[in-house]
Structure formats: C-alpha cells, structure tokens
C-alpha cells in the first residue's frame, strides 16, 4: 500500500515562499504526479502536475509563482510556491495525475498566508 507523507507548510506573510514535499512510498517514477489544494469550505482543487518526464503544467492562479518538480531517485515531489498570496491559504496534497486512479491521500500539509 502507497503512503503519502506532505511536509513543509506553514504560516507566511504574502509575498513570502515555502516549498512543499511529498513522500511516496512504493512505485513513483511510472506516474504523472500533481499537487491539489483544499481551502475552507470548497472542494480540493488541482494546483500543479508534472510527467514522468518533466513536463508541467499549473493552475492559472498559481501560473510564474508556483513550480513543480519531482526526484524519482528520492520518490519525491516538490512544490515551490513564491510570492504567496492569501488567496493560495488551504491544505495542500499530493498524488497522481487528476486522469489516474488516486491513491489513499495523506494528511497534507497546511499553508496559511496572513499578515
């Protein structure tokens, strides 16, 4: 069974940074990976996904703020988040491609923006 371990969140002051980590256990190099994040009160949303080869692709929100990259030697993905607006607050997971079946989530990692 593949485990989901989300690090790195926190409270920051807009315009701050912090970058996000996910653990997998188990197979990771084969898949198409993604970040999603669940604000109060609304459904998880997709952020950010990147190819087993690289390729990514973003949210509009999050577009030359936000970058996804992967180590498939660690079985882990990252997420790089700049200029942090309030608007980007909630939980953030990871998991696969939003066309893949998903594995159980983790816990996620809980990003406040606040002044």
């Known amino acids: 069974q593949v485990h989901l371990v989300e690090s790195g969140g926190g409270l920051v002051q807009p315009g701050g940074s912090l970058r996000l980590s996910c653990a997998v256990s188990g197979i990771f190099s084969i898949y198409f990976m993604a970040w999603y994040r669940q604000a109060p009160g609304e459904q998880r949303k997709l952020v950010a996904q990147?190819?087993?080869?690289?390729?990514?692709n973003y949210a509009d929100s999050v577009k030359g703020r936000f970058t996804i990259s992967r180590d498939n030697a660690k079985n882990t993905v990252y997420l790089q988040m700049n200029s942090l607006k309030p608007e980007d607050t909630g939980v953030y997971y990871c998991n696969k491609h939003p066309s893949l079946p998903k594995w159980d989530w983790g816990q996620g990692t809980q990003v406040t923006v606040s002044s």
């Open positions: 990147i190819t087993t080869g690289g390729t990514t």
